[in-house]
T-cell receptor, first 114, second 110 residues
Framework: EAQVTQNPRYLITVTGKKLTVTCSQN?????MSWYRQDPGLGLRQIYY???????DKGDVPEGYKVSRKEKRNFPLILESPSPNQTSLYFC?????????????FGPGTRLTVT | AQSVSQHNHHVILSEAASLELGCNYS??????LFWYVQYPGQHLQLLLK??????LVKGIKGFEAEFIKSKFSFNLRKPSVQWSDTAEYFC????????FGAGTTVTVRA
């Protein structure tokens, strides 16, 4: 089954404790991205990757890191989480950027930073 | 800069009522337009998309949307909603980047 998986689905952590949210897709998509969803703000892009070893900042990259060492994986790293990073995070993948490419979303990771 | 505006934050209606959700974007070039839906506790999934041709696009579950270029709009419609249409709906525009609107929560009362 074609899908995007994320882990963990729920995470409660404390300020400053480094964490990683994993994302994996099995559709051989080149383009992957991370979004955060906050009430009233919709989805905002954090980082995206056009292909292996190619990543770039989205609209809200501060406080986040990503890497793309393999085509299928695109982990999101919070080196020193803060309470304002409490949010619902979605990973997405698509065949490419731009055009009419549909984004395939993961199930989401609800992060709470206390 | 590109932006997407969804007119309604929360819509409440009864089953069998008609639904229309507004979406306007600000970008003068060629765009590709999407509506995504997020059912409670689930991930976003594509309802429909427009990239060229007939400006009236039909999607899944009886939804349709009309692209009106002169108004920079891509409104979503459904003639008769069901309780199962309760969800959050996001308009998205893809030109040089993909941008999402803030979302509209739709609550359908049985």
């Amino acid at each position: 089954e074609a899908q995007v998986t994320q882990n963990p689905r729920y995470l409660i952590t404390v300020t400053g404790k480094k964490l990683t949210v994993t994302c994996s897709q099995n559709m051989n998509h080149e383009y992957m991205s991370w979004y955060r969803q906050d009430p009233g703000l919709g989805l905002r892009q954090i980082y995206y990757s056009m292909n292996v070893e190619v990543t770039d900042k989205g609209d809200v990259p501060e406080g986040y890191k990503v890497s793309r060492k393999e085509k299928r994986n695109f982990p999101l790293i919070l080196e020193s989480p803060s309470p304002n990073q409490t949010s619902l995070y979605f990973c997405a993948s698509s065949l490419g950027q731009g055009g009419s490419y549909e984004q395939y979303f993961g199930p989401g990771t609800r992060l709470t930073v206390t | 800069a590109q932006s997407v505006s969804q007119h309604n934050h929360h819509v409440i209606l009864s089953e069998a009522a008609s639904l229309e959700l507004g979406c306007n974007y600000s970008y003068g070039g060629t765009v590709n337009l999407f509506w995504y839906v997020q059912y409670p506790g689930q991930h976003l999934q594509l309802l429909l998309k427009y990239f060229s041709g007939d400006p009236l696009v039909k999607g899944i579950k009886g939804f349709e949307a009309e692209f009106i270029k002169s108004k920079f709009s891509f409104n979503l419609r459904k003639p008769s909603v069901q309780w199962s249409d309760t969800a959050e709906y996001f308009c998205a525009v893809n030109s040089y980047k993909l941008s999402f609107g803030a979302g509209t929560t739709v609550t359908v009362r049985a």
